[in-house]
């Protein structure tokens, strides 16, 4: 449906990233696209990520990977992550590219990126190599400059003020 699919970039220290990322999944669903959305370092079974649910319900199809990240979860293996996001990106490569998808998120692949699970290279092949129909959205904060120039569109999510910054946690149904 689609004829040229571009890459979308939504970074930042604010929050909003997979919310626009969701939100343009409900929009190109609403016309009939057939999309995928694969995670890293979100695990739905630890967080009850409830937009994933509704998602499958739609018709989007899901993969996790690297459910884990430091940040979260003390004494984890930085091989064992960078093995996970390697298989991600194999993955999508083998699989995903070969299954006529309109739309594909990369939610978080930014973090896997920044924090070295993901090398630099390995990125720019995979947009390098994504099927010309696709449109491809990659979320998460951090974004370097050599795959921001890839992009056709990039949105800086900016914090100004946020309830973690009074020391409230995140909220089911809000913040996951």
């Known amino acids: 449906m689609i004829k040229k699919g571009l890459v979308y970039i ?26 995928c959305y694969i995670s890293f370092h979100k695990d739905p079974k630890k967080w009850g990520y409830g937009e994933l649910d509704i998602l499958r319900k739609l018709g989007v199809d899901i993969f996790c990977f690297a459910k884990e990240h430091p ?12 093995n996970e996001c390697k298989k991600a990106l194999d993955f999508i490569e083998k699989e995903i590219f070969k299954k006529d998808y309109d739309l594909l998120v990369l939610d978080e692949i930014n973090i896997a990126l920044r924090d070295g699970y993901i090398k630099e290279n390995k990125l720019l092949d ?27 569109l990039v949105s800086e999510i900016k914090k100004i003020k946020h309830p973690f910054d009074r020391g409230l946690k995140g909220r089911r149904g809000i913040e996951f």
């Open 10 to 35: 939504y970074t930042g220290d604010g929050k909003g990233k997979t919310t626009a990322a969701v939100g343009q999944i409900i929009r190109a669903l609403g016309h009939n696209l057939k999309i």
């Open 126 to 152: 995979l947009l390098n190599s994504k099927p010309k129909s696709l449109s491809l959205i990659l979320t998460g904060r951090g974004m370097i400059d050599k795959i921001i120039e890839k992009a056709d």
């Open 71 to 82: 940040h979260f979860c003390k004494g984890i293996s930085f091989k064992g992550l960078r």
